[in-house]
């Protein structure tokens, strides 16, 4: 006997069968329960999520021998429904509309449907790619949906729904598929495994899954092909060698090395992914799809897993969605470059290239040699500077430390970390500070800017060393509160004066709170 593929062994042969479309089969289940039946169903949904699956087994069931009336749970046994799923009945008339677009072929049908079926209880027409029909043959098709016999039901299954009139749109209950969550495919392809005995491991299936893109049948397909290149085992490896998909966790490292701006680091970790030959167009699919994850956990604070947490405290939210556009213009501009692996290279050379990271590491090595130069030019203008700046700072307390906070130039970066941060010692040339450890690490970059502004205060290096701890006095929160307790004094002062009272009541209006702002 001839091997059958999976997507065709394993096809839903009853409601209960069908997966990830609670939604359409239960408003089915309720209308044949109900015998309130719609003379004319739209399936519409991307590709392999079960339109023409679901249609059969509707014609199973309204002609299905097992009751006197239509039944949701077709026997899979009379004559009339093994003959419809074998393609055999006469009073189930599947049509390709791809390849009968013609208005000659839709007339020649509505001629055969005055004529009653023949076994059945219903005669039921399914169109498959309705979409596709000429506008003379949905023209046709017209009154004879508005007003069909009592024995014809039309089903249409189309993956382009916005193509059909929508005069033949208004004639029909349109039942919209969803995609199928990866968690539902893989449960799935675990039960057809065992059925079918072959050993696999959970890393593979959610590659597969990952790869289907919500599509059963495109899943059962590539399930196919591992099982065929893995000689009836499934494993991780030969599984990401067939797809071309690469270990998530090299990803995960190379999108880390652009947050901290380490282009050198960042290049180590592509040749090491270059090592599996991979296709690029998957690798940036991957950048894109976990960019995507980081951007959701910053928002909503959902993800479960820990590598997407870190990398989400780590980012910025806005560099964020600049790397998701960088990575997106490179992915849509990918086919028509000549070198899949220079497209890469080149998005990866954006990324790095607006990293505000890599900014102030530039930033800092050009400051750095113009105060060299003008050192050497101004040697005793530079030194009682300094003398003057190291007198006018004494760090005893968190006072102290907010003051020279605000004294001192630091990027917007620098002053997001170090002023989230209370003083707890300065000693010996060590300054310690205490953290929140929610914050994560100080990044080098920013921790080398913080330290160059610092020792140029003092005249002479100075460690930072770090605790992590409750902070409840940082120069951000300060700042926080005072801006605070400035807007509340700002409308009270405008809620109590008289004038404004009596202007506001002249003309019956009112004061929006969030419009009241201090005098700077």
Same mark, same amino acid.
């Given at each position: 006997? +001839?091997?059958?593929?999976?997507?065709? !062994?394993?096809?839903? @042969?009853?409601?209960?069968?069908?997966?990830?479309? #609670?939604?359409?089969?239960?408003?089915?289940?309720?209308?044949?329960?109900?015998?309130?039946?719609?003379?004319?169903?739209?399936?519409?949904?991307?590709?392999?999520?079960?339109?023409?699956?679901?249609?059969?087994?509707?014609? !199973?069931?309204?002609?299905?021998?097992?009751?006197?009336?239509?039944?949701?749970?077709?026997?899979?046994?009379?004559?009339?429904?093994? *003959?419809?799923? &074998?393609?055999?009945?006469?009073?189930?008339?599947?049509?390709?509309?791809? +390849?009968?677009?013609?208005?000659?072929?839709?007339?020649?049908?509505?001629?055969?449907?005055?004529?009653?079926?023949?076994?059945?209880?219903? #005669?039921?027409?399914?169109?498959?790619?309705?979409?596709?029909?000429?506008?003379?043959?949905?023209?046709?098709?017209?009154?004879? &949906?508005?007003?069909?016999?009592?024995?014809?039901?039309?089903?249409?299954?189309?993956?382009?729904?916005?193509?059909?009139? $929508?005069?033949?749109?208004?004639?029909?209950?349109?039942?919209?598929?969803?995609?199928?969550?990866?968690?539902?495919?893989?449960?799935?392809?675990?039960?057809?495994?065992?059925?079918?005995?072959?050993?696999? %491991?959970?890393?593979?299936? =959610?590659?597969?899954?990952?790869?289907?893109?919500?599509?059963?049948?495109?899943?059962?397909?590539?399930?196919?092909?591992?099982?065929?290149?893995?000689?009836?085992?499934?494993?991780?490896?030969?599984?990401?060698?067939?797809?071309?998909?690469?270990?998530?966790?090299?990803?995960?490292?190379?999108? *880390? /090395?652009?947050?901290?701006?380490?282009?050198?680091?960042?290049?180590?970790?592509?040749?090491?992914?270059?090592?599996? /030959?991979?296709?690029?167009?998957?690798?940036?699919?991957?950048? =894109?799809?976990?960019?995507?994850?980081?951007?959701?956990?910053?928002?909503?604070?959902?993800? /479960? %897993? *820990?590598?997407?947490?870190?990398?989400?405290?780590?980012?910025?939210?806005?560099?964020?969605?600049?790397?998701?556009?960088?990575?997106?213009?490179?992915?849509?501009?990918?086919?028509?470059?000549?070198?899949?692996?220079?497209?890469?290279?080149?998005?990866?050379?954006?990324?790095?290239?607006?990293?505000?990271?890599? !900014?102030?590491?530039?930033?800092?090595?050009?400051?750095?040699? %113009?105060?060299?130069?003008?050192?050497?030019?101004?040697? *005793?203008?530079?030194?009682?500077?300094?003398?003057?700046?190291?007198?006018?700072?004494?760090? @005893?307390?968190?006072? %102290?430390?907010?003051?020279?906070?605000?004294?001192?130039?630091?990027?917007?970066?620098?002053?997001?970390?170090?002023?989230?941060?209370?003083?707890?010692?300065?000693?010996?040339? $060590?300054?310690?500070?205490?953290?929140?450890?929610?914050?994560?690490?100080?990044?080098?970059?920013?921790?080398?800017?913080? #330290? /160059?502004?610092?020792?140029?205060?003092?005249?002479?290096?100075?460690?930072?060393?770090?605790?992590?701890?409750?902070?409840?006095?940082?120069?951000?929160?300060?700042?926080?509160? !005072?801006?605070?307790?400035?807007?509340?004094?700002?409308?009270?002062?405008?809620?109590?004066?008289?004038?404004?009272?009596?202007?506001?009541? #002249?003309?019956?209006?009112?004061? $929006?709170?969030?419009?009241?702002?201090?005098?700077?």
């Amino acid at each position: 006997m +001839s091997y059958e593929v999976l997507a065709r !062994k394993y096809r839903p @042969k009853s409601f209960k069968e069908v997966i990830g479309q #609670k939604h359409v089969v239960q408003a089915l289940i309720n209308s044949i329960e109900q015998e309130k039946v719609h003379q004319a169903y739209i399936f519409s949904g991307t590709r392999g999520v079960g339109k023409t699956t679901i249609a059969r087994i509707l014609a !199973k069931c309204l002609n299905c021998e097992s009751s006197d009336k239509p039944t949701p749970n077709p026997c899979n046994k009379c004559s009339n429904t093994m *003959e419809i799923s &074998l393609g055999r009945s006469v009073d189930f008339l599947e049509i390709d509309a791809a +390849s009968n677009t013609q208005v000659e072929k839709v007339r020649e049908l509505i001629e055969t449907v005055e004529y009653k079926p023949a076994k059945g209880r219903y #005669k039921i027409y399914l169109i498959d790619e309705v979409h596709m029909l000429s506008k003379a043959s949905f023209n046709a098709l017209l009154k004879t &949906l508005e007003e069909p016999p009592p024995h014809v039901i039309f089903l249409f299954a189309t993956t382009n729904p916005e193509n059909i009139p $929508k005069t033949v749109q208004s004639r029909c209950l349109q039942l919209n598929l969803k995609t199928v969550s990866d968690e539902l495919l893989i449960d799935h392809f675990k039960k057809i495994l065992k059925n079918e005995k072959i050993k696999h %491991d959970e890393e593979s299936l =959610i590659m597969i899954a990952n790869s289907a893109n919500g599509s059963v049948r495109d899943g059962l397909t590539l399930l196919d092909q591992a099982i065929a290149y893995g000689n009836g085992m499934l494993s991780k490896d030969d599984v990401g060698n067939l797809l071309g998909t690469i270990d998530n966790s090299l990803v995960l490292e190379l999108i *880390e /090395s652009v947050i901290e701006g380490d282009a050198k680091k960042a290049f180590n970790i592509l040749a090491k992914i270059e090592e599996l /030959s991979p296709e690029y167009d998957v690798i940036l699919q991957n950048l =894109i799809s976990i960019l995507h994850k980081i951007s959701l956990e910053q928002a909503l604070n959902n993800s /479960s %897993d *820990e590598d997407i947490k870190n990398l989400a405290v780590k980012i910025d939210q806005e560099f964020c969605q600049l790397l998701y556009e960088i990575c997106l213009n490179a992915f849509s501009k990918f086919d028509v470059h000549p070198s899949p692996k220079e497209s890469l290279e080149i998005c990866l050379l954006r990324m790095l290239t607006f990293n505000p990271l890599q !900014k102030l590491s530039e930033s800092s090595v050009k400051n750095g040699s %113009d105060i060299a130069q003008k050192k050497n030019l101004n040697t *005793e203008k530079k030194e009682e500077t300094v003398i003057k700046k190291e007198n006018s700072f004494h760090l @005893k307390d968190n006072n %102290d430390w907010v003051r020279f906070f605000h004294s001192i130039e630091l990027s917007p970066f620098a002053r997001n970390y170090f002023g989230n941060m209370s003083f707890i010692d300065f000693n010996d040339n $060590k300054l310690t500070l205490m953290s929140d450890s929610s914050a994560g690490e100080v990044p080098e970059n920013i921790e080398s800017e913080f #330290k /160059s502004a610092i020792s140029s205060v003092f005249n002479k290096d100075i460690e930072i060393n770090y605790e992590n701890g409750n902070v409840n006095e940082s120069p951000i929160i300060l700042e926080n509160k !005072k801006m605070e307790d400035n807007i509340n004094n700002a409308q009270s002062n405008i809620n109590n004066d008289e004038s404004i009272k009596s202007f506001v009541k #002249k003309f019956k209006g009112s004061i $929006k709170k969030d419009s009241i702002k201090p005098l700077k």
